[in-house]
């Protein structure tokens, strides 16, 4: 029965709303039920009914899902209760590697490794409780193992129990995980040294966090400090509207800050006589560009009075012009010693004017306090338009900084110094001979640094002139060194070549014994021809020649004795060279010829060195028969001749005949080029 609806109460109406609703619901559920038949996209319906849940199988069903299972990534099959495939899709049997009908049929056991087969087995029985997932190894047909996740789930399906398996291929997986560990063994010996260095970047941050607050602490000191410095600080706006004026400024000029702030700077300081200079100053200042020079100012009680001035234009953030920062000085003392130094000037001016040399100063900034006629010439000046000027306005750059680096060394010296200048002018170049030195005040202070230049432009010529014409006598010296020497050589080959004629034995040994004379005194000039030094020779070098040359001469004589040599480098002058040549020779010579004719063999030792003061020590020694008794009245001119040339070198010669002869040269090397010789330069 219908009840009316205006006799209901609120509850009665809101279970009604209530129904109304589910019933709603029910019937939606079932359109979208009937559409979904419709389109095919149930396989099926579960109906609960008296007896329990009916399934109801819709016909074509199937066709939807096989096109999916066909589209997996992943191998899909349903296996019977005895393991056999009973499906299974395309990418299943691409695992492995097989046809599809072919693995149709075929035992789920085949296609598993043997470690692998009694795993299968409890993952089945797993299964039939609950699905399960773990990973196993499939044996695919061309023998390749094949890596898996395998999930799998029992089907109920009547009295027997299929089970559906999903298996996803592992191998990129684990060829990925192969790499990264690869990849880790690469990384990890990297850690530490990475770790390290962000470490170091981390001390590094700290460090700069450090300076940075350093920095602001140095700023805010910094901002104490400028109101404390010497100089007149004073930033304005660009329309010269004092914004900030420190304690020196105060002093400077007599206003306070607290009266000059928002004041025209130009209003407190600038004296009617500046103003034109100081329009052009402010003009360039809007232009972005810096000024320095002297100016002159008024103090609060109009006392004008000159600073030297430092004016800069400041910026903000984005480049935008925004003001102006001057810093100022008074110089009324430096303009005094200025104007004392003048005076000086003046009266000097007529005594430097009269001097061939150039004569000038300069104060401690380079600006010539004083110039003479003669240096005004040079520039086709006056001295008057060169005072308070800097060299650079008179000659280049390049010899102004040099010149001016040589006042601050004599300035720092403190003393008198020379130095050699050179100047490029228009038509010509000159060299100077320069002497300067600091000028000190009454305390002693150096204000200024004075300089005289003579020319020796004439002279440095002469003096290359002489160089050039010193270097041409250098080559015909050589020149004539090495025709001396061949000459000799060929005086040398007569001699042999007579001796060869002669069938006396004792005279053709006279005859070698001169052409080793000949030879000898050669050598000399040759080692001169070959050496930089035209009048010293390295008598070790030139001793060393000499015995090969007398050894090979000597043939069999010198065959069985054993030269042994002890020289050391000592360069002896030509005077020198030629007798102490010839009294080897003979030595040696005498030596080869005697000491050991009663001998099968011996030694003969030189040897060569000499003292730090210049005493020269020459040794022929052998283990022969040695010496006569009275050797000195022998009558052999070869000891004559050694005896003889060593009085020539104002040596000494000693004798001793035990075990053999030793001869022992010794004598001084001369402390001063002997007449007529020639000193390298």
Known sequence: MTADIREMTPEQIQVLLDRLAATEDRLVEAEETLSAIRNGEIDGLVVAGPHGDQVFTLKGTDHPYRVMIEAMEEGAA????????LFCNRRFAAMLRLPHAQVLGASMAQFLTPEHQAFFTDLVMACRIDGVRNEVVLQAGDGTRVPVSLACSALPDGESESLCIVATDLTTRFAAEAEIRELNQHLEPRVPGRTAELQQANTALRDEMVVRKEAEKQIRFQAQVLDKVAQAVIATDLAMTVLYWNSAAEQLYGWSSAEAVGRNAFELISPQASFEQGQAIMAALVRGESWRGEYLVQDRHGRTFPVDAADSPFFAEDGTLIGIIGVSSDITARK?????????HRQLQGIIDNTPAIVYAFDLEERFVLANTTLAALFNTTPAQMIGKRRHAFMPMEDADWHEANDRQAIKAGKALEFEEYSQLTDRSITWLTTKFPLRDAEGRIYAVAGISADITARKQAEEALQISLREKEVLLKEIHHRVKNNM????????????????????????????????????????????SLAHVDFAEYAESLLTYLWRAHGEAAVNIQLTLDVQPVSISIEQAVPCGLILNELVTNALKHAFRDHAGGELAVTLHADPDGTVYLTVRDNGVGLPADWRQSPSLGLQLVQMLTRQVRGTLDVRTDGGTAFALTFAQPTSPQNGEHQHV
């Open 78 to 85: 349903t296996l019977g209760a005895d393991g056999t495939i």
């Open 336 to 344: 005094q010693a200025e104007e004392a130094v003048a005076a000086v």
């Open 489 to 532: 050589q060929v005086i040398s080959s007569l001699v042999s070549l007579q001796a060869d004629t002669l069938d006396d034995p004792a005279l053709r040994a006279l005859f070698n014994d001169l052409r080793d004379q000949v030879r000898t005194m050669a050598l000399v000039h040759e080692k001169l021809y070959q050496s930089e």
